[in-house]
């Protein structure tokens, strides 16, 4: 062990190699049981742009990664107390929270076992002491890049997700969602013989606020509506915007009563709302599965269309069932 730092200036002798340059920026947590060693490996990391944070024992490590962000996470295997840097490993594996923390173990360079045991706890890669500088950096920064790679990518399927699945003004869901996630539950609902509804809601007269207060005031009318309707439904009460004016609500496990109560209050709240200081109000159309024989989305919405007209006729702001 008294050789290490020998055998490492002789590599280094060995290595024609020049500086060469990282971006990199952060911190780095590295737990390590000898001080001497992470003195020195903060020195390196500090050439690199990497603040670090050392802890001496798993429980010292656990606690730090309460209280901060790191971009990288470097274990020693052996440590004191019988402790081992491959638990260490398995805990941070089994926390979601460090799922996407890469983790750089670092290993003597004769334990085999010990590097491939670090490996399969989901350790991203090792090195072998003595650390040889460019070598660290080099594993450091594909590390860290092909994390930000994952994050980039992930934020991105994020962003594209809620594009196709949100409707751009309003932020509820789009047609083709609904439409999609209603087949679904349509299909669980006569399997189960389980209750579910479906309200129309179609905002009265809105040419007319258009006409009379502009396309612009009209937009934020039926963002202000959508918002209404979202307060009042649960996160599986799903809401979507369908057309122009019109959403559909989506209630599984809702009975046809419920239903109907349910939109007799989107419905009155939808009167009392005077968004834009504007009278508005709504009509709902409600239907629910038959409880005896299979029914598809299709057909059930196409009632609910109807239910809606009725209503439409019958003089608006109304619920007809
Ligand atoms: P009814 O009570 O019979 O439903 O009357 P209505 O005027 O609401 O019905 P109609 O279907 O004739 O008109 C709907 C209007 O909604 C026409 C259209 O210009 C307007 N519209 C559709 N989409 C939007 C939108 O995104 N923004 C705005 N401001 N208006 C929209
Ligand atoms: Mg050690
Ligand atoms: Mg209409
Ligand atoms: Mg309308
Ligand atoms: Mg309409």
């Known amino acids: 062990k008294d050789d290490l730092p020998r055998l490492e200036e002789s590599l280094h002798a060995l290595i024609p190699l020049g500086p060469f340059r990282y971006n990199i920026s952060g911190k ?24 670090m944070d050392h802890a001496f024992s798993i429980q010292q490590a656990l606690q730090l990664l309460d209280n901060h962000m790191y971009e990288l996470i470097m274990t020693d295997i052996v440590l004191q107390d019988n402790e081992t840097g491959i638990e260490f490993i398995q805990q941070l594996r089994a926390d979601h929270r460090f799922a996407q923390t890469p983790i750089l173990a670092v290993t003597s360079l004769e ?27 080099a594993r450091i920064n594909n590390l860290i890049s092909a994390t930000r790679l994952v994050e980039q990518l992930t934020r991105e399927r994020q962003r594209l997700l809620e594009l196709a699945t949100k409707d751009h003004l309003t932020g509820l869901y789009n047609r ?15 399997r189960q013989r389980s209750a579910l509804a479906t309200l129309v809601l179609d905002v009265d007269h809105f040419k007319q606020i258009n006409d009379q207060y502009g396309h612009q005031t009209g937009d934020r009318v039926l963002k202000r509506i959508a918002s209404a309707l979202q307060a009042q439904c649960s996160e599986d009460e799903y809401i979507a915007r369908f057309g122009g004016e019109e959403f559909v609500v989506l209630l599984t496990g809702c009975t046809l009563n419920a239903a109907s109560e349910k939109a007799r209050q989107l419905c009155k709240t ?36 109807k239910a809606l007209y009725q209503a439409k006729q019958q003089g608006r702001n109304q619920v007809v069932t």
Not at 274 to 299: K, R
């Open 28 to 51: 780095a947590l590295y737990l390590e049981d000898s001080l001497t060693v992470a003195k020195a490996t903060d020195a390196k990391l500090k050439r690199l742009g990497l603040q």
């Open 111 to 137: 334990s085999v076992n010990r590097r491939i045991q670090a490996l399969q706890s989901g350790a991203n890669d090792y090195i072998s002491k003595p650390v040889l500088d460019e070598e660290l950096f």
């Open 176 to 190: 083709h969602f609904l439409t999609e996630l209603a087949k679904r539950r349509f299909v669980d609902a006569n």
């Open 270 to 305: 939808l009167q009392q709302l005077q968004p834009e200081g504007i009278s508005t109000s709504v009509s709902i159309g409600v239907t629910c599965l038959s409880a005896t024989q299979d029914e598809y989305f299709d057909e059930v919405f196409a009632r609910a269309d």
